[in-house]
């Protein structure tokens, strides 16, 4: 039986922004980087209200198909519990639509927040972190970014298949990133559409390109972890990338650039945004090109997973 949770039960959470792919690990790698939303959320008596300052405060809607707020209430629902009002403020950093997981950040966190408030209630409502992959997967319909944002660190996800009618299992585990390993983002000013970008990808690869990327995936996980020095041809691409240039060329234009540069570089997600995995930091030349270019460069650090309470 559904419980009723009473007013003024307070939660927050803070999540990181994430980035998926890494190169060659097509939805199943990702990394959680340290740029933040937060989320305060309050039990009332009734109705709801939603605030958002920041990111995408013109542009999300402030109602009940507010993407935090649906992740709130089915943060609840996994509990077993209901609010008859809530009261709900975002305060958001990570850019939207620019390949850096702002849609799973906005699940994840607000998922952890609704079972914050349940765990606040009852403490055996608390949830594990595998459960929350799977809740936040479930409305990605991918864990990479999702598990990013959870978990922290580096990760490799996978989904496991379920008979007609079931959901399937979203499963990730952490890695712990190599202590020099640097990432830096340059984030265009455009925004990009992950509906549009995967809609370039073909039906079915080459065996070559297939057998590729797996080895190179399987790199990436030495070189994130143990072997920087391997980071460029541990990311090296040939399923996806090269498939979305067209929609992305300022994007490709990059990559290719800190690539020829000796820097590791990909596709942050879907895009726009460009990725590059350094270990001595980005050089200052190439920082005044990109700024030139209208991309803001970033330094986030490797993050630690969504903090809830």
């Known amino acids: 039986m559904t419980r009723t949770l009473p007013a003024e039960l307070t939660a927050t959470a803070r999540v990181p922004a994430s980035t998926a792919n890494l190169g060659p690990g097509f939805d199943s790698?990702?990394?959680?980087?340290g740029i933040y939303d937060e989320i305060e959320v309050r039990t009332t008596?009734?109705?709801?209200?939603v605030r958002v300052e920041g990111e995408g405060?013109?542009?999300?809607?402030?109602?009940?198909?507010?993407?935090?707020?649906?992740?709130?209430?089915?943060?609840l629902e996994a509990a077993g519990v209901w609010a008859d009002g809530l009261d709900v403020v975002c305060r958001n950093a990570i850019p939207h639509s620019r390949g850096l997981g702002s849609s799973a950040s906005a699940v994840v966190g607000g998922l952890a927040a609704g079972c914050a408030l349940a765990a606040r209630f009852d403490p055996a409502l608390a949830v594990g972190p595998d459960r929350l992959v799977q809740l936040a997967s479930e409305f990605e319909g991918h864990p990479d970014n999702a598990a990013a944002s959870v978990l922290g660190g580096i990760v490799v996800s996978w989904t496991e298949s379920a008979p007609a009618g079931e959901v399937r299992s979203y499963r990730a585990v952490r890695l712990e990133p190599h202590a020099t390993l640097r990432p830096v983002?340059?984030?265009p000013q455009e925004r990009s559409s992950t509906a549009h970008t995967r809609g370039l990808l073909p039906e079915t690869v080459p065996h070559g390109d297939a057998a590729f990327n797996v080895s190179?995936?399987?790199?990436?996980v030495v070189a994130l972890t143990q072997r920087p020095d391997l980071l460029l041809p541990a990311t090296a691409d040939r399923l996806h990338q090269g498939q979305r240039a067209p929609a992305l060329?300022?994007?490709t234009a990059w990559i290719a650039r800190l690539r020829e540069a000796g820097i590791a570089a990909t596709v942050s997600?879907?895009?726009?945004?460009?990725?590059?995995?350094t270990t001595s930091g980005f050089p200052d030349e190439l920082r005044e090109q990109a700024a030139a270019d209208?991309?803001?460069?970033?330094?986030?650090?490797?993050?630690e997973g969504v903090l809830a309470g």
Do not use: K, N, Q
Request: aromatic share 2%; proline share 8%.
């Open 45 to 49: 008596a009734t109705g709801l209200s």
């Open 185 to 187: 983002v340059l984030i």
């Open 216 to 220: 190179r995936a399987a790199l990436a």
């Open 294 to 303: 209208g991309l803001r460069v970033l330094e986030p650090g490797v993050a």
């Open 57 to 75: 405060a013109d542009d999300v809607p402030w109602g009940p198909s507010h993407l935090v707020v649906r992740a709130i209430e089915r943060g």
């Open 249 to 251: 060329p300022l994007t």
């Open 29 to 33: 790698l990702g990394m959680a980087l």
């Open 269 to 277: 997600g879907a895009g726009p945004t460009v990725l590059a995995l």
